[in-house]
Every structure is written in C-alpha cells, then in structure tokens.
C-alpha cells in the first residue's frame, strides 16, 4: 500500500530544512520538539528514505532530502498560491505577489507600476528579488516567484517557460568621468582597458558575448559582477569600463559619474520579457500587476 504523505509532515520537513534543526523549526512552527521529531520520523518510515543527517549542530539533508524537498517546497508554494487565489476570487483583495525584476527594470520601470499598483491594492504585500534571469530560475520553478520581467537569450529553458516581449532597451559603453579612453570611437580602441560585465549566462550578455567573437573584437573582462550595483560602483570608481543601459546617461543620480563613450559599432538592443511557468494559472492580483506592468512598456 502506498504510503500517504500528509501536510502537516511536509510543513515540518520543510521547516527542518529552512532552518538547519529540530529545534529551530520547533520554533518557526511554534511546536513541541518531540511533535515535530515524530512528524519526520513517519515521514522517514514511510517513505522508506532517510531524510536527514543527524548532527551535532543540526541536521543536513540527504540525497533523498535534497530531491524531496525540491517537490515539498513547491507543494506548499502552491497550496498558499490556491489559497489566496480563491480568496481573491471571493473578493477580499489581499495576499502576496513575489516578483523578479532585471536591475535596469527596477531603477526605471518598478516605481511607476508598484506606486499605481499599491494605490489601488493597499493590502497586498509585495516582495520584489533583483537579478538576473539565471539567479531566478529555480525560484520560478518551486513557485516562490511569480513571474519576471528579464533579458533572456536562446538557452535550454525554452519549453519550461513562456516569454511575452515586452520592450528593448538600447545599451552603450560607460566610463567614468575623465577617463582616458573617453573620447574612443570604436570598441577596438577599448580592447587593452580592463572591462567588467555581468556573468554572460541566458540574458543579454550572452548575446554580447556572441557578438563581440562574431567580430573578433573580445574585450578584456577581467571581473564578472553578480549585481547590476556592483558594476556601476566599479565602474564610477575606477578605470573599468562596461556595457549598461544607455538611460544611465540621463540618470539625475549616476549621471555625472557615468560618462557614455560613443562608438561607431552599433550594440544590440537587451529584449525584455514577461516570463513566467507554462504551467501556472495566476491568481487576479498577480494578473492585475502584469498587466499593469504591460500597460507601462506600451
């Protein structure tokens, strides 16, 4: 006979998990060590798998573990996801959207739509995760992000999402204010100066990667910055150049930091899209922000 998981022992293996012990689990669910100590311990017998390693300073997932957890920790994403979404189709317009935005998105895009959005839903909570799309992949996938708004460049993620173009944003190469090569006119000029760009995974800097071999013109990146914020620090800080929106420009904040050099090679416009699982069904207040975030790119 197969052996029925119930909810309450996937809330305690979780909680296990998230937290690195029985004990602080225990606290996070507000239960008795020995309640939560049982719940793992029928999960383990019934599943026939051990779990966990037990140690001395907490517990570590097995190989098992790992792979449960990965369903565990969606199944209950999901079950929050159904519960607020039947709330909100009752009327009661609350509950909490979870959004991954590009770095470029949040400076320019984010506040206009949050604001009006916020305005019309006071008492929904939002959390917004910045990076890009790479960073956000196994979040979308267990469901602790709704959907993104983010470069995306060919890759093996085709078929699990959809991608809905939204907009282009045209990029240029930066400097700081007074560097030497500011007056350079072609990438070839730039070649021997030290470069950082964000890690060339899935987005537009792999598209940038591609390009600059086609043209046999491959800048010195010699730092590869995780976040947007970095690479602007660097930058507006140093003798690094980068690729970056070309709106930063114009920015009332980085403006006078940030100084474009005005190539005569054309770079390629960054397309950003909507993405999102194939197999999600949103609820009417992640629904209702998207297409507020559509009515803005229009």
Not at 36 to 54: H, Y
Not at 78 to 86: C, G, K, S, V, Y
């Amino acid at each position: 006979m197969t052996f029925q998981v119930k909810l309450h022992q996937i809330r305690a293996f979780v909680a296990v998990t998230q937290s690195g012990s029985i004990r602080g689990a225990s606290r996070a669910l507000n239960l008795s060590q020995p309640a939560l100590t049982k719940s793992i311990k029928e999960l383990e017998e019934g599943m026939s798998a051990r779990l966990f390693i037990r140690r001395s300073q907490g517990v570590a997932l097995t190989e098992c573990g790992e792979s449960f957890y990965q369903h565990a920790r969606l199944i209950l994403e999901e079950l929050r996801a159904a519960q607020e979404d039947i709330l909100q189709r009752q009327g009661q317009l609350a509950g909490q959207i979870n959004i991954g935005l590009g770095a470029s998105v949040s400076r320019t895009l984010m506040p206009r739509v949050i604001t009006a959005f916020h305005q019309k839903h006071p008492q929904v909570k939002m959390r917004i995760m910045e990076g890009q799309l790479v960073s956000m992949i196994n979040s979308l996938r267990q469901g602790e992000l709704d959907f993104t708004i983010n470069t995306y460049y060919q890759g093996p993620y085709d078929q699990e999402f959809s991608f809905e173009r939204l907009f282009e944003k045209p990029f240029a190469v930066f400097a700081r204010e007074g560097h030497p090569a500011i007056n350079a006119r072609s990438i070839t000029e730039l070649l021997h100066y030290n470069w950082t760009l964000p890690t060339p995974r899935g987005s537009y800097y792999k598209q940038l990667e591609e390009l600059f071999q086609k043209r046999s013109q491959i800048p010195n990146i010699s730092v590869f910055c995780e976040t947007f914020s970095a690479c602007i620090s660097l930058v507006a800080q140093s003798d690094f150049l980068s690729i970056l929106p070309a709106e930063l420009g114009q920015d009332p904040i980085l403006a006078h930091r940030l100084k474009q050099i005005n190539i005569v090679e054309t770079l390629p416009q960054a397309t950003y899209y909507l993405i999102q699982r194939r197999d999600v069904t949103q609820s009417p207040l992640t629904t209702a922000l998207i297409n507020q975030f559509r009515r803005e790119c229009r």
